[in-house]
C-alpha cells in the first residue's frame, strides 16, 4: 500500500510547501508575460481558473523570456552550491485537490554541492535523486538560449525538470514526465539559513 500512495505522490511530484508564497506586485497592463516578474506572472496563474491554457502559456513566455539572461555560471549553482530549496508548484496539471495533495507532501530539493539534488518530503519515501546538467542551447521549450536540466531518473517516476533562473534568484522548472506531457511548473526558493 505505501508503494501505491508513494507511485501516486511521485506521479505529479514537483512541488513543495504547502502554502505560497506572499505575491503582492500588481502585473503590469498591456505588456506580456515575458516582460513581468515572477512574482507578477506567479500571481496572474494563481488567479486564472484551473487547467487555463492562458496560465501555461504565460509561464512559457516568461520561461522563453529568461533565456537570454541565463549563463552557465547562474545556472551552475545548482550543481555547485550546496543549499537547500523549498518548492512550490504555481501551475499543475491535474485536480485541484491533487495538487493540494502534493503541495503539501513535497518540500523541496536539497543540493549536495556535487551535482545532486535530492528531493524532501514531509512522508518517509526512498531517496529520489536527480543529476543537474548544464545545456547551453535548453532542449525543450526555447533551443536559444541556456537552461539546467535536473534529471531524476528514478524507478517511480523518471522525470526531468527545465530550470532557469529568475532575476530574483529563485529557480522556475517545467517538470516533464517519460510520458512525454508536463506535470507541472514549479518555483524553487532558497530555503532560509535556520
Not at 525543450?140 to 532575476?167: H, M, N, Q, W
Request: hydrophobic share 40%.
Amino acid at each position: 500500500m505505501m508503494h501505491a500512495a508513494l507511485l501516486t505522490l511521485l506521479v505529479l511530484l514537483g512541488s513543495a510547501q504547502a502554502f505560497a508564497p506572499t505575491i503582492d506586485p500588481t502585473p503590469e497592463p498591456n505588456i506580456g508575460c515575458q516582460a513581468q516578474t515572477l512574482a507578477a506572472v506567479t500571481k496572474m496563474v494563481a488567479e486564472a481558473p484551473p487547467s487555463d491554457l492562458g496560465a501555461i502559456q504565460c509561464l512559457t513566455e516568461f520561461f522563453t523570456g529568461l533565456g537570454p539572461k541565463q549563463t552557465q555560471l547562474s545556472l551552475a549553482k545548482l550543481a555547485t552550491t550546496q543549499k537547500n530549496y523549498t518548492g512550490y508548484m504555481h501551475w499543475f496539471n491535474g485536480t485541484k485537490e491533487m495538487l493540494d495533495q502534493y503541495q503539501y507532501m513535497w518540500i523541496g530539493i536539497d543540493f549536495d554541492g556535487k551535482g545532486t539534488g535530492t528531493i524532501t518530503l514531509r512522508i518517509e519515501a526512498p531517496a529520489d535523486i536527480g543529476y543537474v546538467e548544464y545545456h547551453e542551447a535548453c532542449p525543450e521549450l526555447d533551443s536559444t538560449s541556456p537552461c539546467a536540466t535536473i534529471d531524476f531518473p528514478g524507478d517511480f517516476l523518471p522525470r526531468k525538470y527545465y530550470t532557469r533562473v529568475t532575476p530574483s534568484g529563485e529557480f522556475i522548472s517545467f517538470v516533464k514526465v517519460a510520458a512525454g506531457y508536463y506535470s507541472d511548473v514549479n518555483v524553487l526558493t532558497p530555503a532560509p539559513i535556520e
